[in-house]
């Protein structure tokens, strides 16, 4: 009963680097999510999927790239990485939206440092 | 423009009651959710409210008055694990309806 696995749990990138974060999840949710969250504040949407190849573009979305091929799986890609994406980030999926269905189970985070 | 306020620390003492509050300012709002974090975890869901009242789960509850724009958290019987980070988080019209959440609000117990 995995849940949300998110990979890998620390990385640090040089300065124009790039980087995939890994996220899947077992519980066959329609709904995914990329949020970061910077200290001592909420969290950020980047982007979202409502379903497999279908996504969409949250509050922050500039600096980064998704991809849903899968029902399971959303990659999150860092092109060319900047201090400012120094975050903690967090993958999420829920079953659907509002109601019962608000839940989001969330993986356990990557703490990404640019450098 | 929409916003969520919720103060940035509260202190209790264990076992007592603790109520943390969150008002906003949003169009189209469709809920008010609450989320439990630990220092280095992850988000953990705690409660929703989409109508107006009173939602309760074992020791924690969570109000809803959507006239007023404000919700807020009540945790009872307050114990050490509770010490942690609690956000609210919206889901709304403005935001294409994707939750918006709170900066958080800090719990610290003392026994």
């Known amino acids: 009963n995995a849940g949300v696995t998110q990979t890998p749990k620390f990385r640090i990138l040089k300065i124009g680097q790039s980087m995939t974060l890994q996220c899947t999840q077992d519980?066959?949710?329609?709904?995914m999510y990329w949020y970061r969250q910077d200290p001592g504040m909420g969290l950020k949407l980047i982007y979202y999927s409502v379903g497999a190849g279908i996504t969409d573009k949250g509050e922050v979305p500039n600096g980064y790239n998704v991809s849903r091929s899968t029902t399971e799986d959303f990659p999150l890609r860092l092109e060319l990485a900047a201090p400012s994406q120094t975050s903690v980030y967090f993958c999420?999926?829920?079953?659907?939206?509002?109601?019962?269905?608000?839940?989001?189970?969330f993986g356990s985070g990557t703490q990404l440092s640019v450098l | 423009g929409q916003s969520l306020e919720q103060p940035s620390e509260v202190t209790a003492v264990e076992g007592a009651i603790v109520q943390i509050n969150c008002t906003y300012q949003t169009s189209g709002f469709y809920g008010l959710s609450w989320y439990q974090q630990h220092d280095g975890g992850a988000p953990t869901f705690l409660s929703y409210n989409g109508l107006d009242g009173l939602e309760e789960t074992g020791r924690f509850s969570s109000f809803l008055s959507r006239s007023d724009s404000y919700g807020y958290l009540l945790l009872q019987e307050l114990q050490m694990k509770d010490s942690a980070s609690y956000f609210c988080?919206?889901?709304?019209?403005?935001?294409?309806?994707?939750?918006?959440w709170g900066a958080g609000t800090k719990l610290i117990i003392k026994p």
């Open positions: 999420a999926s829920s079953h659907g939206q509002g109601g019962t269905n608000e839940k989001l189970f």
């Open positions: 988080a919206v889901r709304s019209l403005d935001s294409n309806y994707q939750l918006i």
């Open positions: 519980m066959n949710h329609n709904y």
